[in-house]
T-cell receptor, first 114, second 109 residues
Framework: DAGVTQSPTHLIKTRGQHVTLRCSPISGHKSVSWYQQVLGQGPQFIFQYYEKEERGRGNFPDRFSARQFPNYSSELNVNALLLGDSALYLC?????????????FGEGSWLTVV | RKEVEQDPGPFNVPEGATVAFNCTYSNSASQSFFWYRQDCRKEPKLLMSVYSSGNEDGRFTAQLNRASQYISLLIRDSKLSDSATYLCGGDQAGTALIFGKGTTLSVSS
C-alpha cells in the first residue's frame, strides 16, 4: 500500500508569491495534518483536518490556509511568501482523530523562498 | 517553558554502547507520546508509541513517567545505522502532535 504522498517534492518561489502543496493520505485514513519543519527544529503543527473539517490550527499567520477534499486529500496554501517560510512541509495522515492515533508522515515538500 | 523539550545533542557514542534520551512535556493533559526517527533530509518515521508506562521493541525501550512528565528512550547495543535525529512528540488536546527539537545521535565504529 502506498504511504502518504506529497507533491511537489522540491520547489523554489520568490518572495510575495503564492504556493500550493498537495497531499494524499494513506488509503483509509481520514485525518490529515500539516507541519512545518525548519532546519534544526522539530516539526511545528500548522493544521489538522478530519472528515473535511478543520480540527486544529497551530500558531501560524492567516497567510497559511488549508482544506481537505471529499477523497481526504489535502492542500496547504501559503500566500505572500516570506524568506522565513523556507522549510520542509510535512503532511501526515492518521486513521482517526484524537489521542492514540499514530500519524505517518509523507516525504515532504522542500520549499525555498528567494 | 516549551511544551516539549528534549536533551540537547549531539550524542556521540561508540558501537555497542547504551544511550538514553529524555524528553519532558508541560501539558499534563497529553495522553499519547511517540518517538520518531528522522534521517538527514528525510521525513520522520515512527519508532515507538508510548501510551502507558512503557514499551519495548528489540533494542529500544521507551518509558513514560506521568508524575514527572517525562518520556525516555533507551537504545541498547547501538549500531552505526542508529545514527539519526530522534524526535519526541506528545498529543495536544487530542489533535496535533507537539514535537521537541530533536536529539541527534551519532554512533561511531
Amino acid at each position: 500500500d502506498a504511504g502518504v504522498t506529497q507533491s511537489p517534492t522540491h520547489l523554489i518561489k520568490t518572495r510575495g508569491q503564492h504556493v500550493t502543496l498537495r497531499c494524499s493520505p494513506i488509503s483509509g485514513h481520514k485525518s490529515v495534518s500539516w507541519y512545518q519543519q525548519v532546519l534544526g527544529q522539530g516539526p511545528q503543527f500548522i493544521f489538522q483536518y478530519y472528515e473535511k473539517e478543520e480540527r486544529g490550527r497551530g500558531n501560524f499567520p492567516d497567510r497559511f490556509s488549508a482544506r481537505q477534499f471529499p477523497n481526504y486529500s489535502s492542500e496547504l496554501n501559503v500566500n505572500a511568501l516570506l524568506l522565513g517560510d523556507s522549510a520542509l512541509y510535512l503532511c501526515a495522515s492518521s486513521h482517526g482523530e484524537g489521542s492514540g492515533n499514530t500519524i505517518y508522515f509523507g516525504e515532504g515538500s522542500w520549499l525555498t523562498v528567494v | 517553558r516549551k511544551e516539549v523539550e528534549q536533551d540537547p545533542g549531539p550524542f556521540n557514542v561508540p558501537e555497542g554502547a547504551t544511550v538514553a534520551f529524555n524528553c519532558t512535556y508541560s501539558n499534563s493533559a497529553s495522553q499519547s507520546f511517540f518517538w520518531y526517527r528522522q534521517d538527514c533530509r528525510k521525513e520522520p518515521k515512527l519508532l515507538m508509541s508510548v501510551y502507558s508506562s512503557g514499551n519495548e521493541d528489540g533494542r529500544f525501550t521507551a518509558q513514560l513517567n506521568r508524575a514527572s512528565q517525562y518520556i525516555s528512550l533507551l537504545i541498547r547495543d547501538s549500531k552505526l545505522s542508529d545514527s539519526a535525529t530522534y524526535l519526541c512528540g506528545g498529543d495536544q488536546a487530542g489533535t496535533a502532535l507537539i514535537f521537541g527539537k530533536g536529539t541527534t545521535l551519532s554512533v561511531s565504529s
